[in-house]
């Protein structure tokens, strides 16, 4: 039999124990499902391991919340290594913002520091950032880098803008928006140089990256477990071994609140921690039907594929050139461009998405980026050439129409 890693361009991937990596999904077959990257999709057997989850809680609440500090541990301590990390430095959070945002409760700036920021950053996190400024009087600026800025242009912008009043710089590991890396390990070290510590907003990084918060440097990182492990949503980790990080606090204050950092974290009233728990469940799923370093060759071929097809569709069309070659990109995503005039800002791009979805039910990412649209492909494994060809046929006529070609 052809090994699957070279036959995904033409045929559905097959896993261990499932002819086609689809059937291991609960996803709707009457929608095209081309955005894992935004909420992720949990295996069918890691739902019904969380179902079952609630259901013991829900039959003996005494017997499960006083007790779920421990069974919270006991999941990121199988979670950390996953990403490289020892669990003495990981915490649960609900999802990559949550972990921003309890690293901004914590910072103390003073009136005129600077916290720098990229024009490629995910909002939520932008606007943290700009809370947290205003909170002190401090400035907030943004970092222009190019769409096509390689590994050292980037560590160079960032070497000239650095400034003597920076004092925090986020910055992301892969980009939401457009769907590529940054050399986050090699800003976190210039940054250290000069004083400056470093946020990394690794949201996408878990599952494409191996060792990802090692990778990515930082003196916080953070990650979603709910994208490209296909954990539960509402599972993300926050990571540091930052000398200050008793001074992280959970967003919920709980009976946990005098231990030390990240034992605080385990402990949240009754939030719904059967996400935490269930997490290493969906990273042993992968591992066990197709094994994590072939899973990213394989997506990569995937969204390789896909993304032809789509292209191909556009160029056709409209006559210029349409799929982005990115000077760091990453497994699963691929930037398409779309037709001048559509999807120019995040307003436009998410008016785009709810309308393809509503109008031929499949499911995208639109982004904006420095006022033109583009088609943010993610890929899983579940992902099949139908798929992409399906974009081709129902989205591209539509968004054609859309801007008059």
């Known amino acids: 039999m052809p090994d699957a890693d070279t036959t995904v361009r033409t045929s559905p991937v097959r896993l261990a124990t499932f002819e086609r990596a689809r059937d291991a999904w609960p996803l709707d077959p009457a929608i095209v499902h081309l955005n ?21 809680a829900d039959l003996s609440p005494i017997g499960w919340f006083p007790r779920i500090a ?16 020892d669990p003495a430095d990981t915490a649960f959070v609900p999802n990559a913002s949550a972990a921003a945002t309890v690293v901004y409760n ?4 003073d009136r005129d520091d600077e916290i720098l920021v990229t024009d490629h950053g995910y909002g939520a996190v932008t606007m943290g950032a700009a809370r947290l400024g205003r909170r002190f009087g ?10 096509l800025d390689d590994a050292e242009s980037v560590v160079a912008r960032f070497a000239e803008e650095i400034g003597p009043r920076t ?36 949201a996408h990084a878990p599952g494409l990256i191996p060792d990802a918060a090692v990778a990515g440097g930082g003196d916080w990182w953070f990650g979603n477990m ?13 990571i540091t071994q930052a000398p200050d990080r008793d001074e992280l606090w959970p967003l919920i204050d709980s009976w946990a609140a005098t231990d030390a950092y990240p034992g605080r974290f385990d402990t949240q009233g009754t939030i719904d921690a059967t996400t935490y728990l269930a997490t290493p469940a969906a990273i042993a799923f992968i591992e066990r039907e197709h094994g994590w370093e072939r899973t990213r060759r394989t997506v990569s071929e995937i969204a390789d594929a896909g993304a032809r097809i789509i292209a191909d569709a556009f160029e056709r069309a ?67 050439p139908a798929d992409f ?6 989205c591209v006529p539509r968004i054609l129409e859309l801007t008059g070609h």
């Not at 421990?70 to 990390?85: L, Q, W, Y």
């Open 36 to 56: 894992h990257g935004s909420f992720g999709a949990v295996p069918s057997e890691v739902v019904a391991l969380q179902d079952a989850l609630r259901r013991e």
């Open 70 to 85: 421990e069974k919270v541990e006991a999941a990121r301590t199988a979670v950390a290594p996953f990403v490289g990390a």
């Open 106 to 109: 914590a910072l103390q700036l």
């Open 138 to 147: 401090a400035r907030l600026r943004t970092v222009a880098l190019g769409l």
């Open 167 to 202: 004092r925090l710089i986020v910055v992301d590991q892969i980009t939401s928006s457009t769907a590529r890396r940054f050399p986050t390990a090699e800003i976190t070290a210039l940054a250290h140089e000069r004083g400056v510590r470093v946020l990394v907003d690794g």
């Open 226 to 238: 709910h994208k490209w492990p296909c954990a539960p949503r509402g599972s993300a980790l926050l």
């Open 318 to 384: 409209a006559d210029e050139p349409a799929l982005v070659e990115l000077p760091m990109p990453v497994p699963s995503m691929r930037l398409i461009r779309l037709p001048l005039g559509i999807g120019r800002t995040r307003e436009e791009a998410d008016d785009l998405r709810m309308r393809l979805f509503d109008e031929v039910g499949v499911e995208t990412a639109f982004t904006s980026f420095a006022g033109a649209g583009y088609f943010r492909l993610s890929a899983h494994l579940y992902n099949e």
């Open 389 to 394: 060809e399906a974009f081709a046929e129902r």
